[in-house]
């Protein structure tokens, strides 16, 4: 296992160093090689079904019973205002109700923990690559947002387009939101070996060109002032061990796979905005000292993307250093009307009167 982190920390520094002075690509497999699974990624997207229609729009306030806070006494803050940018699992492809999709799951979650109104904007697109990160960009900073979800690889890994290009168009949409004032997580890319139509020795390339985007994807984002949630293996085994995570097409994450890699999600955006709870006693402290790790980015990086939700952003952010970083895994929320959520009044629950808990929404 240590062997495997470092050469996936190897890979993705080379990536990200050649996405750092501007390479296009990085060739990690024998052209041999690169034929065949031409050939076996033809066969897997045929044996994916299709899924009819557009993701259900989710766009809207959620929390709407919550009070928000006075402003010096000139009346209550806005909402939080949460964007969303990626791909067909950003927009929540695979469901059929937007209270559904991973956007209203985390403005619900996030309305609840923070006891305000949460307005969510999503601009992510099915089918959407590194590369539509820009525009996308612009759609969301046109919405002036305190928070962004990144979530994209996935289709820059079954449509072969260059790591190291990829990775750098990541940084660069990190570093224009950061710039506008907005804070950015990143559900990094996840693990393409889960899926069955994809067989070996596909499967296995996939596994390891996705977990090498995503350590890749880390050190871009973690420099760029982000901080990143590994999503790979948390849709990895646990996936695989349970078919009703994905939707019909056996592709997509189904409400229950968008609603656990949500709660692997929510704890880092609450942290980002100071809404973590700090539990108070010595167990408490010995286990916030575990989580905070701190490690050279890559090895961070590659740690990450084995491990099921875990952040990773820069051990010391104030002081401009990007080399270190530091590891935290956060204990998982449960969300708003799930089996096993806190109950009302404790982090992650909804009050009675708010619609966070239910995913109702107050139409823009």
């Given at each position: 296992m240590a062997g495997a982190q470092e050469s996936r920390a190897r890979v993705a520094r080379r990536i990200a160093t050649a996405a750092a002075y501007g390479g296009g690509g990085l060739g990690l497999l024998g052209v041999g090689l690169v034929g065949l699974l031409v050939t076996e990624s033809r066969l897997a997207v045929r044996a994916?079904?299709?899924?009819?229609?557009?993701?259900?729009?989710?766009?809207?306030?959620?929390?709407d019973g919550f009070t928000d806070p006075e402003v010096g006494g000139s009346g209550p803050e806005p909402p939080i205002v949460l964007a969303f940018l990626g791909d067909s699992t950003a927009a929540g492809l695979g469901v059929r109700r937007g209270q559904e999709t991973p956007g209203a799951l985390l403005a619900a979650g996030l309305a609840a923990v923070a006891e305000r109104r949460v307005r969510l904007f999503n601009v992510a697109k099915s089918g959407a690559r590194s590369a539509d990160l820009a525009r996308q960009v612009e759609l969301a900073v046109a919405h002036r947002p305190d928070l962004a979800v990144i979530m994209i690889g996935a289709n820059d890994v079954t449509r072969h387009a260059p790591a190291a290009q990829?990775?750098?168009?990541?940084?660069?949409?990190?570093?224009?939101?950061?710039?506008?004032?907005?804070?950015?997580?990143?559900?990094?890319?996840?693990?393409?070996?889960?899926?069955?139509?994809?067989?070996?020795?596909?499967?296995?390339?996939?596994?390891?060109?996705?977990?090498?985007?995503?350590?890749?994807?880390?050190?871009?984002?973690?420099?760029?002032?982000?901080?990143?949630?590994?999503?790979?293996?948390?849709?990895?085994?646990?996936?695989?061990?349970?078919?009703e995570m994905f939707a019909s097409d056996r592709y997509h994450p189904s409400a229950q796979g968008y609603a656990t890699a949500a709660m692997a999600l929510l704890p880092s955006l609450c942290a980002v905005l100071d809404l973590w709870p700090q539990d108070a006693g010595p167990e408490a402290a010995a286990q916030q000292a575990q989580e905070g790790v701190v490690l050279p980015v890559a090895v961070a990086a590659a740690t990450a993307a084995g491990r099921s939700g875990t952040e990773v952003a820069a051990a010391d952010p104030e002081a401009g250093v990007w080399r270190w970083a530091q590891l935290r895994?956060?204990?998982?929320?449960g969300l708003p009307g799930e089996p096993g959520a806190p109950s009302q009044g404790a982090p992650g629950g909804a009050s009675a009167n708010s619609h966070a808990g239910t995913g109702d929404v107050r139409a823009t």
């Open positions: 994916v079904g299709a899924l009819d229609g557009d993701p259900p729009r989710a766009d809207g306030v959620y929390g990829c990775v750098r168009q990541l940084g660069e949409a990190v570093r224009e939101l950061r710039a506008a004032g907005c804070e950015v997580v990143v559900g990094t890319c996840p693990d393409l070996g889960t899926i069955k139509p994809v067989r070996p020795p596909l499967r296995w390339v996939a596994r390891r060109l996705s977990r090498q985007l995503a350590a890749a994807q880390t050190i871009a984002v973690v420099g760029n002032g982000g901080r990143t949630v590994s999503l790979g293996s948390l849709l990895g085994p646990e996936f695989a061990a349970r078919p895994h956060r204990l998982r929320l």
